[in-house]
């Protein structure tokens, strides 16, 4: 007697387990899909394949640019999308380039190229190599066309998620807090201090751990207004800029204000108090 | 007058620089455009190309995957190729995707793919998304298009440059052999040891140094007779080899006979002979 209760406890224990396991399975499968159903992580997906591209257009070129400097050792363009445009359109003739064609391409070096062209020490490789070439430079320049097309999705994206964290800052830098954070309400959650540290986090551990300085700013330092402040400046814009983001991006995700335009106003008088400070502090 | 005399001493010097100048500069161009004028530099370059292209598709596949797998986590197909094909085919409604017509990426697995695609936990990417997903699948595919041109081109390439070598051995390894000798003279020259060991610079370096063990083989190791025997094998196999590709590049540098035929008979016969006396002195 005692050994079928046992049995049909046993039973009915492992029943309930099953089902319980469905029914988190169930669970899961549906937080899953939320997630995914929002707008972060295809965003974060987007910026993460926008930026190997970056590094592949790079590479590509890098390539490119060995092999055909057998030909045209003399050329020096600056962007891989030159580079390649030249090579997929004179890269079989390049004495035939005028610096009228070349403006196109080049702008106001075109003439500099037209004459290197002409006095170049290079031959022009044979045709089949040439449709290599060619082959190789029109991939990259699709390569690039893509990475448009992505940055314009990121554009796009990131300012219907967060109209006012895009409404402050540059988009590439919002997508870029969003990928380190992982979510707009994650990010909305983050105190100022974390948001203007996110992306340096090494540094932040080097500092920990050895006593190195402490890092100023992590993806903030790619704002034009940081980037172009005075070194000593530029922490305490960090700053300010951390605390306007900390408030817009809690209005992104949760109250889905629009307080951008008000938030501008602030920063703008909280960088011109800032600077006051800021030099009564030197005196 | 002295003074007259010292200038005009003076000045012959300085012309005669100027001439040797020129000279050695119109020598310098003479030598680099006949190095350039040569097939070996063309078939490294493209050889180079073709290594980073196969690393670029694994990364740009995995972003892909890392991406895509929001919507079908299940996918699994191990070749980038089949990946991007469904994804660029398929990616909008994966349901849509029956086994038949999934026969063609897929061959045997294609029923196994229709239903895990069925059952799939994930939804679908919303249009737009989807458009960036396809072009990056497209562009994927279009890199794998590029890749698979320039191999011809090394083979077209290798076979005529070097007849014997790739009489021998793979022309994929005979590249990668001209690729690190730098010319098929350069590597015409080289005893069969350093044949033996192209490609196991690190390696070697590391025997010389910290007297690890030395290694058998570099390059080589990727001919099927070298990687698929047996591991006690296959220094001996990669000796054996060595020595032929040696004489076959000769062959290719300097008399430009055809030997191969003759190279691969003996190969054969030194194999046997080789495994007659390896077995010998197990014993």
């Known amino acids: 007697m005692l050994f079928v209760v046992i049995l049909t406890y046993s039973d009915s224990v492992s029943e309930s387990i099953k089902e319980k396991r469905a029914r988190l399975l169930e669970n899961a499968k549906i937080n899953v899909s939320e997630a995914y159903s929002k707008m972060d992580h295809p965003l974060i997906q987007a910026f993460a394949t926008f930026t190997e591209n970056e590094r592949m257009i790079n590479q590509m070129n890098e390539k490119l640019e060995e092999w055909y400097s057998m030909y045209f050792p003399e ?5 891989p999308k030159s580079y390649a445009t030249f090579v997929s ?30 006095e170049s020490m290079g031959g022009d490789p ?3 190599e040439y449709a290599l070439l060619k082959s190789i430079a029109e991939e990259e320049l699709r390569l690039i066309e893509l990475n448009d097309k992505i940055l314009v999705y990121i554009k796009e994206g990131t300012e219907r998620l967060m109209p006012n964290i895009t ?3 540059d988009y590439k830098v919002a997508a870029e807090l969003l990928s380190k954070a992982g979510s707009v309400e994650k990010l909305a959650l983050m105190p100022a201090s974390t948001i203007q540290l ?10 920990l751990k050895f006593g190195s300085k402490p890092p100023k700013y992590g993806a903030l330092f790619k704002l034009q207004e940081i980037a172009n402040a005075n070194r000593e400046d530029r922490g305490r814009i960090a700053r300010v800029y951390a605390t306007k983001l900390a408030i817009a991006a809690r209005a992104d995700a949760f109250s889905k204000n629009y307080i951008a335009d008000r938030l501008n106003e602030d920063l703008k008088k909280a960088l011109s108090r800032d600077r006051k400070h800021g030099n009564q502090n030197k005196k």
Chains 1, 2 share one sequence.
């Not at 050329?75 to 962007?79: A, D, I, Q, R, V």
């Not at 005028?98 to 500099?112: C, G, P, T, V």
């Not at 996110?198 to 500092?207: C, D, P, R």
């Open 167 to 169: 409404g402050i800052i």
């Open 198 to 207: 996110l992306g340096a986090e090494k540094a932040l551990f080097k500092h």
């Open 126 to 128: 044979e045709e089949k």
């Open 89 to 118: 359109e004179f890269g079989n003739d390049k004495r035939s380039a005028n610096a009228k064609d070349l403006e196109r391409i080049f702008d106001e070096h075109a003439k500099h190229i037209a004459k290197v062209a002409e």
């Open 75 to 79: 050329l020096k363009t600056g962007s």
